[in-house]
């Protein structure tokens, strides 16, 4: 029998996404803004774009040491913009669905590239710029991959903190503090550019308790189950807010 080619359901969901957010007036103005946080070199690329999709083009475009270098930036920049981050992940979109597609066997969501997308945000925000100069591109991929899915075959579970049953609801109750507060207000906003519900509740939870595992043992799963959705629930965390923005 013939095997059915099914699309990437995920994957399309984000490029339906990109294609709104690519030419949207506050994403072009974002884009200009960073100009004047990027080398002279790069700065005019960020000043005359148009729409973001012109970026993505200047960093697969055949002058290697140029794109490389523009990718770079971007992935500087989504350190503390959520859009650049966006962006750098469009970038990526094709390479991670290569890559994780012999993964799907191990993927909790089903689509292993929904997986790697989570785990290429965390690539993303830990990439080391400094160091890592070269072939940008591949590393997050490569970087991606592995948090996705190597990662947990190739070692052990971490252990986790124990945390007597009678106590994990007086954990989730955690005290308030000014990271709290920020989180709040990053909850708050994220509710009213449409994320689930049962995302922000994860991401509440994991923040009390300061462990997947005792996540896990309150909803009865594994620690890895609450790791992938917390990446996905990240995901879409990330994508509201550049919207948002």
């Given at each position: ?70 990718l770079l930036q ?21 390479g991670l669905i ?148």
């Amino acid at each position: 029998m013939t095997e059915i080619h099914r699309p990437h359901r995920f994957s399309d969901r984000l490029d339906a996404e990109w294609q709104h957010t690519a030419t949207a007036r506050r994403t072009v103005r974002t884009i200009h803004s960073w100009a004047e946080l990027v080398p002279t070199a790069d700065a005019a690329r960020f000043g005359q774009l148009t729409d973001a999709q012109e970026l993505i083009d200047a960093t697969q475009r055949a002058d290697g040491d140029a794109g490389n270098s523009l990718l770079l930036q971007l992935v500087g920049l989504a350190r503390h913009d959520a859009l650049a981050g966006r962006i750098v992940v469009q970038r990526l979109l094709p390479g991670l669905i290569s890559a994780a597609a012999k993964y799907r066997f191990l993927s909790e969501a089903g689509d292993p590239a929904e997986d790697a997308v989570g785990a290429a945000w965390i690539a993303i925000r830990n990439y080391d710029i400094a160091r890592r100069t070269r072939h940008v591109a591949a590393g997050l991929i490569s970087d991606a991959i592995y948090l996705a899915f190597r990662r947990d075959a190739r070692r052990q579970l971490p252990a986790e903190t124990s945390t007597e049953p009678r106590l994990l609801g007086e954990r989730v109750a955690c005290p308030p503090s000014h990271a709290l507060v920020e989180l709040a207000d990053v909850v708050r906003t994220a509710r009213l550019a449409g994320v689930a519900l049962h995302d922000l509740d994860l991401i509440r939870a994991l923040v009390c308790t300061g462990s997947p595992g005792a996540v896990a043992r309150q909803q009865c799963v594994t620690p890895r189950t609450i790791r992938n959705r917390r990446d996905r629930a990240i995901v879409r965390l990330q994508q509201a807010l550049a919207i948002a923005a």
